[in-house]
């Protein structure tokens, strides 16, 4: 299995930019692919972006789709998600996931998760 901690997270303006990093251990990070979920209090957990095992195939959610970026170092066992002119419905704890299989947007199809990094997204 994979142990995953996400880092990152904070508070920033509209407008802003941060980027979240989740550090994966355990078995061969290359064998995952990635994805990044988020959920905002009273909200159920909502899929934002998922990356393949190599990197070269990637998905967003519509609602992030030119402002925020994945990608993955797997020489560094990290996938990071860029996040640029953030908005405040961005607002949520951000997760990243682990599957053995293509990339999917489906919570339910990831068998391994982090801990969750705070985004605030101030107006």
């Known amino acids: 299995q994979v142990q995953l901690v996400e880092s990152g997270g904070g508070l920033v303006q509209a407008g802003g930019s941060l980027r979240l990093s989740c550090a994966a251990s355990?078995?061969?990070?290359?064998?995952?692919?990635m994805g990044w979920f988020r959920q905002a209090p009273g909200k159920e957990r909502e899929f934002v972006t998922a990356?393949?095992?190599?990197?070269?195939?990637?998905r967003y959610a519509d609602s992030v789709k030119g402002r925020f970026t994945i990608s993955r170092d797997n020489g560094k066992n990290t996938v990071y998600l860029q996040m640029n002119s953030l908005k405040p419905e961005d607002t949520a704890v951000y997760y990243c996931?682990?599957?053995?299989?293509?990339?999917?947007?489906?919570?339910?199809?990831?068998?391994?998760w982090g801990q969750g990094t705070q985004v605030t997204v101030s107006s």
């Open positions: 990356i393949s095992q190599t990197g070269g195939s990637t």
């Open positions: 996931a682990a599957r053995t299989f293509s990339v999917a947007t489906m919570a339910g199809l990831y068998a391994y």
């Open positions: 355990g078995r061969t990070f290359r064998d995952y692919a």
